[in-house]
């Protein structure tokens, strides 16, 4: 093997995750980044689209255009992809529980600009699993929603072959805490489950074609060297998975394909310009050994601890991928790892733990049936970070170790992040409103729609004949819902291990409970449609460890709900977790919702500083940002709202 190329690599395809505010604001957001050298999309739908909501819906309140884009119908998805040539362009979609409706959309608005399916290129994310484990974006039960899945994969093989129509998503694993281990283990065996669902939908000669169509999104965090041998691992045992079980032998459809986005769990609110050489360190990642090296990569911005970047900071991560593949000498050499002892070493140990945890979850039925067991292993391995971190066995630059630190001059009047106009909801509101009176009858869609949801047809043809009749993404996912049914996700709260107790915590919480007459109870919830429960997971395991009483229902719930439940329950006080920017309409509304109960409310989240003010007026007791880290601190500052609201006086 020669030490150079006899010509230089070609980059690997460049992406910022963008979408915010309405489909047209978007499209000037795209048409932008395409001209600043980008060369590929990346959408980000906003909750309610993700979740399936129409934008007038009880739940969709704050929520609209916040963390995305709205898209309810195929006149939206035309406004986002005005003037893109969807023919030439490579699109990816991070959407899950309503990919197949998105997916539909996309194809609709590809067919008004005369193009054909068969010429698409890009991926849907459409993996369930990891929602249910992590992030929170579901809509249906499990077996509905892999059938919908299957249903996909099949369609596209078969109608748009340049499509990815499954990407197993890894990333929101290690968001939720998981180590490299489980990170390869728990992908591959949500791999498995849809390649077992697909299987039952197409012929066996087919199964080679669809192995191939597999794609994975990954996540790198700052450990760059292990992370890179943790994405050589992937590779080998993905192929291994291909020959073995699946009995594919061609070379080509057997290669493990990814994209990346790096860590966002590791970037920090305190000292924020430190997430700049985070991020680059962590593309290193995924660029720098040729045989394991990314298709596609999209960076964060800086400033994502903090809320929404700005067009300027999405720039500037992309200009990041560009330095490295333009100015550097990194696509000019063959693997830069082989033969390393290192990297063979790391790969090892990562394969044969990767191994044992595959095999545990096979034992338990596979990936959706063991959807609890995973869901408590990532709690308590992210419990177990957390522990790291306070301890400072983990250091986090700027947080736990040297914390001295100068203004930021990056974060100015405007807070560092882009705020959405709050008018945007109402002004979707209203456009919806619009389409809906001037589209027509689309009760024939819709029936059909649930005829072949109750049957064992491929359900995509009855999908895009919605997606032309004009149905929104609300009436396509609310007719699923009457034939599917609702679903609730495991907390995994329950299963994760205790920690070793802080004693003078525990001691001021039984003290406490004992002059209030029975144990401290706090609820903590998320109102909205903020699925991110990392944090108030970490926080309800910290508090029963504590020795609270903890009432936690998950995810998706209105200020109503919560209110109701904090008085029927006869809690202390409320803990809300929010991390959509929807903190300035749904956190007031629970304090409505109270009617008067004298229950104090305390807010964590990404919450920008300015916004503090407004909620204390707005009745809140105390907020909490990830700067503040220190669960134990946290707990205790709780402990004295509680007694102080009680008239318990100080311990002596």
Known sequence: MTHRLPERDRPWMMRTYAGHSTAARSNELYRRNLAKGQTGLSVAFDLPTQTGYDADHELARGEVGKVGVPISHRGDMAALMDGIPLGDMNTSMTINATAAWLFALYVVAAEEQGVDESALSGTTQNDIIKEYLSRGTYAFPPEPSMRLIADMVAYAVEHVPRWNPVNICSYHLQEAGATPV????????????????VAERVPASRMPAVFGRISFFVNAGVRFVEEHAKLRAMSVLWEELGRSRYGVDDQKALRFRYGVQVNSLGLTESQPENNVQRIVLEALAVTLGRNARARAVQLPAWNEALGLPRPWDQQWALRIQQVLAFETDLLEYPDLFEGSVVMDGLVGELLDGAREELARVEERGGAVEAVPYMKAALVE????????????EQVLVGVNRFVETEPSPMVGEDGGILVVDPGVEAETREALASWRAARGDVTGALDELRRVAASDENILPATLAAARAGVTTGEWAGALREVFGSYRAPTGVGEAASPAADEALRDEVARVSEALGRTIKILVGKPGLDGHSNGAEQIAVR?????????????????????????????????LSILSGSHRELIPDVIAALDGADIPVVVGGIIPTADIPELKAAGVAAVFTPKDFELDRIMHAIVALVAERNGVGAAA
Do not use: N
């Not at 489980?182 to 669902?197: K, P, R």
């Not at 391995?381 to 400072?392: D, K, Y």
């Not at 009483?549 to 809690?571: F, K």
């Open 182 to 197: 489980q990170e390869v283990a728990f992908a591959m065996a949500t791999a498995c489950a849809v390649l077992d669902a």
């Open 381 to 392: 391995s992210h419990r177990a970070r957390i522990a790291r971190i306070e301890s400072g």
């Open 543 to 575: 508090a029963r460890d504590a020795g609270m009483d903890v009432v936690y229902e998950g995810i998706r719930l209105t200020p109503a709900q919560i209110a109701r439940s904090a008085v029927d329950e006869g809690v202390h006080v409320i803990g």
